[in-house]
């Protein structure tokens, strides 16, 4: 199965917002509420930033919000900082008991 | 704290055998469901095999059905990753995550170990 489609970079100046897209289809982003975003930092593991499309966990800044309609969901990042710089992946429950992962979107803090 | 620790990566060639143990730490590790996820070097991510908390369910990707076997032992607080007729297309680091939701699950990821690389190559 093919992966969720991501942009391959996007940039913001500090300060502004950013919105970084996700798209599925209806056999998962459509079909479920199980859409997870995650910031990688070169080097370094992943981390959960947003869970069940809009929940942050304990210690995420509200900076980071997530959103869903149809078949795309979507992170924002608000008041960007230069250590938001990084990657950023997005993904979704799938209805065949499987798990898809977006592409990766690069944040530049310009 | 939650701590994951992985273990058991190294070179092997195609078509070998390895095996990863990942053991768990500062949590009720038999309400998680957990997971393994990987990632070839430059690449992105990709989710390879989950195990309910339970361990009655075990789900796999498409890419890995049939060649690796995702279990956990309680008892040890440790998930482990068999994987066999190994390809060089499995070369990665495999990262080892819990699910951050208890019990039914979110398919949400946290937090992620530190990962172990698997090189296969002859």
């Known amino acids: 199965q093919s992966a969720l489609t991501q942009p391959a970079s996007v940039s913001g100046s500090p300060g502004q917002s950013i919105t970084i897209s996700c798209t599925g289809g209806?056999?998962?982003?459509?079909?479920?509420?199980?859409v997870s975003w995650y910031q990688q930092h070169p080097g370094k593991a992943p981390k959960l930033m947003i869970y069940?499309?809009?929940k942050r966990p304990s210690g995420v800044s509200n900076r980071f919000s997530g959103s869903k309609s149809g078949n795309t969901a979507s992170l924002t990042i608000s008041g960007l900082q230069a250590e938001d710089e990084a990657d950023y992946y997005c993904c979704s429950y799938v209805i065949t008991n499987t798990v898809l992962f977006g592409g990766g979107t690069k944040l530049t803090v310009l | 704290e939650v701590q994951l620790l992985e273990s058991g990566g190294g070179l092997v060639q195609p078509g070998g055998f390895l095996r990863l143990s990942c053991a768990a730490s500062g949590f009720t590790f038999s309400s998680y469901a957990m997971s393994w996820v990987r990632q070839a070097p430059g690449k992105g991510l990709e989710w390879v095999s989950s195990v309910s908390n339970s361990g009655a369910g075990t789900y796999y990707a498409d890419s890995v059905k049939g060649r690796f076997t995702i279990s956990r032992d309680t008892s040890k607080k440790t998930v482990y990753l068999q994987m066999s007729s190994l390809r060089v297309e499995d070369t990665a680091i495999y990262f080892c995550?819990?699910?951050?939701?208890?019990?039914?699950?979110?398919?949400?990821?946290?937090?992620w170990g530190q990962g172990a690389l698997v090189t296969v190559s002859s």
């Open positions: 069940e499309v809009t």
């Open positions: 995550v819990k699910d951050v939701v208890r019990y039914s699950g979110s398919w949400g990821f946290d937090p």
């Open positions: 209806s056999s998962d982003i459509g079909s479920y509420n199980l």
